[in-house]
């Protein structure tokens, strides 16, 4: 809190007005926006940046994210364009973009770390494992980017011109016939599945079924679960209210692999010091590999206080960054 | 927290000094400190001490546990563990399954700042750095494996006795974090289909 300098506190004291706007929006009308928006909405409402390129960079990159999932829709993700890699590229651009704004308000006080204070941004934590995932967590905006095999129950009018090669070009007005079978993204599966008007039905990704449950069962800790999709638990959790007969099972497997790995990535975690890590976190999935991190930060924490550099002063992270901001300005 | 938050708390145990000046009794808000008097041994708090020692005032005694030599009462003596020396407590603690008690509750600061700021009033520092290093290590790897054991049978509640805050500090941020995942897998199916139905008339 000390480190916070007069021109922050000004963008405290405006940002506070949109935070109310932001939560009331956030509350009625989630999956509205398109993804596009609702990067480009977090951005605007959450951060002052000094460079208005990159917050346009950034939201142009996951617009065209959305483009490009429109029509790609039918496309295997291995073989088509990935999507994932500008996704995370728009994300690393808000890092930047957050960083050189400065110090801004967290958009959910009460998850703060209560000693992150000289962090000059706080993600907001994914909720894809609870009940319901965060509308404005990127984590879960790019958990939700992932295709889910599923089978259209109602023909879709007009829709069949997307999807040419599913043969479906034969009528007149180009109707998806009853059937189908189509990969669709968590976002779009979640929105169009009810109960009521059974859109769709929806069958389980190789990785929850039977075959790799028993898997898991014998030994979690060799499968390499970022390649099985890197968002393996919060995919996992949200398919959960697809309603499946086998739901119980995948909950207690995705529990139970969990549990089997837990062991390894806290030994790693905290006994690899200075040490290229690339190796050790190759096979985890993105909830781990944040775990991971957590574990290596308590033992760097400790390691450079053992050596005296906590007792060394140096330059702040946030006044490091406005000398950053500075010498740019003057680059241009 | 920080570990230099933990260190600034454990400067508040106390040591004994000689200092080297006089001085009478100074009423601080956490305190009095008594009068200095020089060659007379006092107690003050370890920042003080540090502090002091840094401008070349007084001479620190390490404290009873920072020894190595033997002790005439063993371990099964009555109640006077904190008196152990530095050498038997990493055997102990290597064949007890659970945590023994340790010589301070800010064994592993005291030893740093003694260490590295009056390391010529210590005798066998280095011995004594590698075996409060060696209780270190063992009561991390007590504490990973019964967190492991902790998760592993999904318990609800755990105790662990003999806990230094540094300890906790280490190992406890990854900890909470993997039990608040485990907490939101396990309860996943739990609730109902609450907000998200979508009605498309």
Known sequence: MEELGPASTRQHADLSVKQEASMAGEASTSGYFTRGERLGYRLRENFRPTRPGLLHRAVTLVQITDFIDCFCLSSRRPAGIDCSGLASQARESEFEAGRFAGAARPSHPQTLPPAAMSEAYFPVESGALGPEENFLSLDDILMSQEKLPVRVEKPMPRLGAFFLERGA???????LPQGTKLEFPLWLAKGLFDNKWRILSVELPKMYQEGWRTVFSADANVVDLHKMGPHFYGFGSQLLHFNHPENTSISQSLLQTFIGRFRRI???SQNS??????????????TERGLFQIGQKGLNDFQ???KGQAS???????VQNYKKRKFTNMED | MDASEVEFLAEKELVTIIPNFSLDKIYLIGGDLGPFNPGLPVEVPLWLAINLKQRQKCRLLPPEWMDVGEHPWGPGGSG???DLPAS????????EETFTPVPSPHYMEITKLLLNHASDNIPKADTIRTLIKDLWDTRMAKLRVSADSFVRQQEAHAKLDNLTLMEINSSGAFLTQALNHMYKLRTNLQPPESTQTYSLT
């Open chain 1, 169 to 175: 070009g034969a009528d007149s007005d180009q109707a």
């Open chain 1, 266 to 268: 806290m030994d790693s």
């Open chain 1, 273 to 286: 010091y200075n040490e290229d890590t690339s190796a050790l976190v190759a096979r985890l999935d993105e």
């Open chain 1, 304 to 306: 450079s206080w053992e």
């Open chain 1, 312 to 318: 060394q002063i140096t330059a702040s992270n946030l």
């Open chain 2, 80 to 82: 006077l563990y904190l």
């Open chain 2, 88 to 95: 038997s407590v990493p055997d102990q603690e290597r064949k």
